[in-house]
């Protein structure tokens, strides 16, 4: 069910990313993020009302109806994810590096109620409508959110390049494009961290009425590695989380217990491996290492490979072919679950940031939107692959 699930979730984003990336001029960014929030609104709200309903004598039109609603949530949520990130990325470089966090942090407190849930619920129905309902207003504060955000001076400054009357328009127009510390940013910009190229408004303006589509061939030109690294790194993690992962056996205890049957997988796999990669994307933002330019970044990102061996030979199961455990300690699988979640949070995230930052100013909303694309073909593709990988172990 996993292996559908992942398929489910994450292949049909790759097409949806494209559309994103194409419609990021034709459409506005108001009219993609509420449009997608309202999707999962309406998603949520019929998932909920299923909860109570008996499946029982339609099994497998029920199983057809689930993932339906997971390709059309998942895919209003790569329109989201796509629109915002590229949004973020026209703000200073802490900001996409915040929500890029901010993602971690999503699913390490989903883990952490799933935990709570598996302790202390007695219906498994109730907890579904739970988890639904709780969705639905988190998705409804999103909107409210989003909606103040746009009424930021801030924000619209950045977004829509509308300058507060504190600015002086004209310092800002003949500022230099390599100059950074000379911008007029509002008061309550970290200069430090401002974009690296900056350009007049007005500028901006006649430049994106000028384009139906984005530059894609000039981002891919500048970015390059960074795509690949982020492809690459995500491809290797959705191999093995969750389909493999989901599937090792503890040693030391039996099978039959309760911490086997009930607490191993949540807590020191979901548990360890999420809040791994909330650590990588915040060092991420302390370190900015490496560089976008070193060798290192796709050196580091290509060694994870290594993972894929290293987990074969833990205890998964059921085996087909290796039946030789060479790491049958409990400890092992656990401590490569962080590392596997550290490294994908800490080079990943490097390479997210650093994309909308090497393009000049007008190109870096459309940057993050193709970064956001190979993220979702780097999950699709790993999701396809870990069937394949299954089957050889």
Known sequence: FESYLSIASTVPNVFVSVLNVLLIHKLSANVRVLSSLATMLLIFAVTAALVKVDTSTW?????????????????????????????????????????????????????????????????????????????????????????????????????????????????????????????????????LMAPAYTHAPRQQEQHQQQRSFPPVRAILRETRWLCLCVFFCFYVSMILFPPVLANIVPTSVSPESVWAKKYFVPVAIFLVYNLGDLVGRVTAGWLRWPAPESWLMPALVFLRTAFLPLFAFCN??????????????????????????????????????????????????????????????????????????????
């Not at 900001?95 to 935990?115: D, E, H, K, N, R």
């Not at 009424?151 to 003949?174: C, G, Q, T, V």
């Open 59 to 191: 099994l497998s039109g029920f199983f057809g109806v689930t993932m339906t609603c997971v390709v059309v949530v998942n895919s209003a949520t790569a329109v989201f994810l796509g629109s915002l990130y590229g949004l973020a990325a026209l703000f200073p470089a802490k900001y996409p590096q915040a929500f890029i966090t901010g993602q971690a942090m999503g699913g390490t407190l989903s883990v952490l109620a799933s935990i709570v849930d598996i302790a202390a619920a007695g219906d498994v129905t109730d907890s579904a409508l739970a988890y639904f309902l709780t969705a639905d207003i988190y998705v409804l504060v999103c909107i409210v959110i989003y909606l103040r955000l746009c009424k930021l001076p801030f924000a619209r400054y950045h977004i829509s390049y509308e300058a507060p009357p504190s600015i002086n328009y004209d310092a800002r127009d003949a500022a230099s494009v390599q100059s950074d510390s000379d911008e007029p940013y509002p008061a309550d910009t970290d200069v």
């Open 316 to 393: 998964y199961q059921p085996r087909r072919h290796t039946s030789t455990l060479l790491l049958a300690n409990d400890a092992v699988p656990v401590v490569l679950t962080a590392l596997l979640g550290v490294t994908n949070g800490h080079l990943g995230s490097t390479a997210l940031t650093f994309a909308p930052r090497v393009v000049p100013a007008e190109m870096a909303e459309a940057t993050g939107a193709v970064m956001t694309f190979f993220l979702s073909l780097g999950l699709a593709a790993g999701a396809l692959s870990s069937n394949i990988f299954m089957r050889f172990i």
